[in-house]
C-alpha cells in the first residue's frame, strides 16, 4: 500500500467530499492531519509518499507547506474560485491541483507522481552507490568530462599521481598526468576515443605531482 497523506484545513468540508477521500483509503494507506505541526513532523520523519492537500482556503496553509513541495510529491484538491492561486503554485513545485468535482481522475495522478518520485529516488540512489564504488575502488579511477577537465578522483588516485582530489578538480588531463613530450599523442587518443574510433586501452609514459614519470595502463570508458 502506498502513503498518502491527507492534509486538510476547512471548515466547509463536504461530506460527499469526505466520503470521497474514505474511498482512497481503499487503496491507499492513509492518513489525515489538519495541523501544520503534525504535518511538519510527517515531513521531516519521512512518514509519507505523497501528500494530498484539500482546502477551500489555501492561503491559510500554504506559506507553512510549499516549502516541501518538492521533498515528496504534493496535490491539490481546491474550489474553482482558487483555480488561478492553485495554478500559481506550480511554480514552488506543487505536482498537480484538481477541483472537488475531478476526484475520480485522483489515483491515476498520484500514480504517476508516485512512479514520477520513486524513478527519481532510484536514480540518486543508483548514483551514490556508482560514487561510493569508484571512491573505494583498488585501481585509480577518474571521470573527465569532454573537454578532459576533471570531476571525480578516487583515493587510489591521490595515491597513485600524487594529486589530491581537490588539487585535481577542474584541472585537465594535460595539467596532471601528460607528460609534455605525449601532448600530441595524448590528443589523438583522447580524440580517437570520443569518436569511438580508437583503442580503449593504452600504455604509455604518466606525470606525477612532483615531475616522475611512470609507465601507466589505462582503460578508458565512455560513459552515456
Not at 604509455?204 to 589505462?218: Q, S, V
Request: net charge neutral; with cysteine.
Amino acid at each position: 500500500m502506498k502513503r498518502l497523506l491527507i492534509y486538510y484545513q476547512s471548515k466547509d468540508f463536504k461530506p460527499a467530499f469526505y466520503n470521497n477521500i474514505q474511498k482512497l483509503k481503499t487503496y491507499f494507506d492513509s492518513a489525515e492531519i489538519n495541523n501544520i505541526i503534525l504535518y511538519n513532523n510527517a515531513i521531516n520523519n519521512n512518514l509519507a509518499d505523497c501528500v494530498l492537500i484539500c482546502s477551500s482556503k489555501i492561503d491559510t496553509i500554504i506559506d507553512g507547506i510549499k516549502a516541501n513541495f518538492n521533498a515528496i510529491p504534493h496535490l491539490l484538491i481546491t474550489t474553482k474560485n482558487n483555480d488561478l492561486k492553485a495554478l500559481s503554485l506550480l511554480e514552488f513545485g506543487l505536482k498537480d491541483y484538481l477541483f472537488e468535482d475531478a476526484l475520480s481522475k485522483l489515483i491515476p495522478v498520484i500514480n504517476r507522481e508516485l512512479k514520477v518520485n520513486k524513478a527519481l529516488a532510484n536514480s540518486k540512489q543508483a548514483a551514490e552507490t556508482l560514487s561510493n564504488y569508484i571512491e573505494q575502488a583498488p585501481l585509480a579511477t577518474i571521470t573527465w568530462e569532454l573537454d578532459f577537465k576533471v570531476v571525480s578522483w578516487n583515493k587510489t588516485a591521490e595515491e597513485v599521481f600524487g594529486y589530491t582530489a581537490a588539487e585535481a578538480m577542474g584541472k585537465t588531463c594535460f595539467e596532471l598526468t601528460v607528460p609534455k613530450g605525449l601532448v600530441e599523442t595524448a590528443s589523438t587518443i583522447f580524440k580517437n576515443l570520443l569518436n569511438q574510433t580508437g583503442k580503449i586501452d593504452n600504455v604509455n609514459e604518466t606525470l606525477k605531482k612532483g615531475g616522475a614519470t611512470f609507465l601507466c595502463h589505462w582503460h578508458n570508458t565512455i560513459l552515456k
